[in-house]
């Protein structure tokens, strides 16, 4: 997948403007599609615990994308989040929750969901898989995606795109929004 990928992935959701956080963030493949379809004044909180990741995602959204206002939170997604991240318009949790263990993801997509303003959008990026593999452990399907958002107390779940991928035969996009 390559940045137009990415953006097409993310595109349905998002709109100019506003405050998104990219869960998981790593070198920033999602955080430039996020700055590129957010345009000048979007604001991005870019979270991973890899500081040394960050610090290179940082580096290549401010030189492709100046106007973008980028914060960078070095925590781990599944734990205790610090308040930065508070009354989102959305995130994108792109390839970052098959790191969390089934039996954890609803609390973390519950807690993840509750930074979000009333009406805030959820985008999930995911291998659409319900078996995963020593480097993709916990990865779910759209239509597990679907049970998991609505378990979470999230709604209007929709998905916004698919992409073949070596890996695990696909990569979808959804979207689901805090009531």
Not at 15 to 37: K, R, S, Y
Not at 79 to 84: E, N, V
Not at 145 to 151: F, K, V
């Amino acid at each position: 997948m390559d940045h137009h990928d990415h953006a097409a992935l993310l595109r349905p959701a998002v709109e100019p403007g506003g405050t998104w956080a990219d869960i998981g963030a790593g070198d920033g493949a999602f955080t430039l599609a996020l700055a590129d379809l957010l345009g000048p004044g979007g604001r991005i909180v870019a979270v991973d615990r890899d500081r040394g990741a960050l610090r290179r995602n940082e580096a290549t959204v401010r030189s492709r994308f100046p106007a973008t206002e980028l914060t960078t939170l070095t925590a781990d997604f599944a734990g205790p989040l610090p308040l930065p991240l508070a009354d989102l318009d959305g995130l994108v949790a792109a390839n970052s929750l098959h790191f969390v263990p089934r039996d954890g993801q609803l609390t973390v997509v519950r807690a993840l969901a509750a930074r979000l303003r009333p009406g805030g959008r959820f985008v999930v990026v995911e291998y659409d898989a319900d078996h995963g593999n020593p480097w993709v452990p916990h990865p779910f399907s759209y239509r597990s995606w679907e049970r998991l958002a609505e378990a979470a107390g999230l709604t209007e779940t929709r998905r916004l795109g698919r992409v073949p991928s070596r890996f695990l035969g696909a990569i979808y996009s959804a979207e689901s929004r805090r009531p």
